[in-house]
């Protein structure tokens, strides 16, 4: 989308012809686009109309009842920040007293939605002019600008979130002195703001982050979506893991230095969230119900009584056997499994191909999980605790 589709689907046109779209049942066919022709909409028109709506219904995960009313691009979408992970993060920077924030970067305007609708006053600006122009759009109670971030006069603010665009010509950029703004430069924003906040990509090397950062990981319903460094007076712990279930937010925090024990296999596995271990907290999960790793760099937690958690899933383990194809298939075999859950952690085995390999027959259900431990691979018949 440029600037003058997005003033088209302005127009009054534009809306009925967003209208007819949202009717189509498959806004990529190529009958959904004869269809809003028919109608007498022009091609161009009906063409971004199409994927206006398309991009809307993916983005209801993240904008909520809004994303029917948003404006939206390919790449702005793939950043964009969750509607309930944005709405968090507003309310502890209130709490926070900030009163006046910059979001250098701000993309289609998530934050900046969430930031105002919590009572801060909020600038935005983005280097890519229909961007900003969504954002614009999105976050009416903002400010937003088009230009470069590091333009930006900071002195007019006492807070700063920087979300880095990780995308260059339609990719995806993974070495930070690629993200725009440059990694050195983002770094350095506690520096000149002491409240800044940095959303960031959950692989992140930590390594990396601002002297006295606290990191935040964050999964929403099992995916972890983002990571985040809270700096200067906004850092409470070094490591932080927020799990956001059914729209209830649970956090876990440590040093993230912690080592779980280690022993023996127990009645119990847990398969900690992915927030967890990327916040490298499965020591202090562990401690808290009495666990510990069969392999000290993998992050099972082994528990001789079922562990009810946010923080992971447990599933009680009805064998575990050293890895063999022909064993593994006679054991499902007689239990007649026909739908297997196959999870693993420390195992290089290709999960589809041993799906195959397995020939799995039969009504009953159950879970693999693949790991190894200090005496080799290992294979764990489970099925899930209540």
């Known amino acids: 989308m440029d600037l003058d589709q997005l003033a088209l689907l302005r127009t009054a046109e534009g809306e009925a012809a967003l209208a007819a779209a949202a009717q189509s049942a498959d806004t990529d066919s190529l009958a959904a686009a004869m269809a809003l022709r028919s109608l007498g909409f022009a091609p161009e028109l009906a063409n971004a109309a199409l994927t206006q709506v398309a991009l809307r219904r993916r983005a209801a995960s993240k904008f909520g009842a809004d994303a029917a009313r948003v404006f939206l691009t390919r790449a702005g979408l793939e950043q964009a920040t969750r509607e309930v992970v944005a709405a968090r993060r507003a309310a502890r920077l209130a709490a926070a007293g900030v009163r006046a924030l910059a979001d250098l970067g701000c993309g289609l305007g998530a934050d900046l939605r969430a930031v105002t609708a919590a009572g801060i006053r909020a600038y935005g600006v983005d280097a890519d002019p229909v961007t900003a122009a969504c954002a614009a759009l999105n976050a009416p109670d903002a400010t937003v600008t088009c230009g470069d971030a590091r333009d930006f006069d900071l002195g007019t603010v006492d807070a700063a979130f920087c979300d880095p665009a990780r995308r260059s010509g339609g990719r995806r950029v993974f070495r ?211």
Not at 177 to 200: C, F, G, H, M, N
Not at 317 to 338: C, H, N, Y
């Open 176 to 386: 930070p002195e690629d993200y725009s703004p440059p990694w050195d430069w983002v770094a350095a924003l506690p520096q000149r703001v002491p409240y800044t906040v940095l959303k960031l990509a959950p692989g992140i090397d930590q390594g990396l982050l601002p002297p006295g950062a606290e990191l935040e990981l964050v999964s929403v319903d099992g995916d972890v979506v983002e990571a985040a460094a809270w700096c200067g007076p906004l850092a409470r712990v070094p490591r932080r893991a927020t799990v956001l279930r059914d729209g209830t937010a649970h956090e876990l925090t440590g040093s993230g230095d912690e080592l779980a024990p280690v022993g023996a296999v127990g009645a119990y596995v847990t398969d900690p969230d992915g927030a967890v271990v990327r916040a490298h907290l499965v020591a202090e999960f562990a401690a808290a119900h009495d666990g510990r790793l069969a392999d000290p760099s993998i992050a099972y937690v082994y528990t001789d009584t079922p562990v009810t958690s946010p923080f992971g899933r447990c599933f009680a383990i009805d064998e575990a056997m050293p890895f063999s194809l022909k064993r593994l298939r006679a054991a499902l075999r007689d239990r007649q499994v026909g739908r297997l859950e196959i999870l693993k952690r420390g195992s290089a085995l290709d999960v589809e191909q041993l799906r195959r390999d397995l020939r799995l027959s039969g009504p009953n259900p159950a879970s693999l999980l693949l790991t190894r431990t200090p005496t080799g691979p290992l294979a764990l018949l489970t099925h899930p605790t209540p």
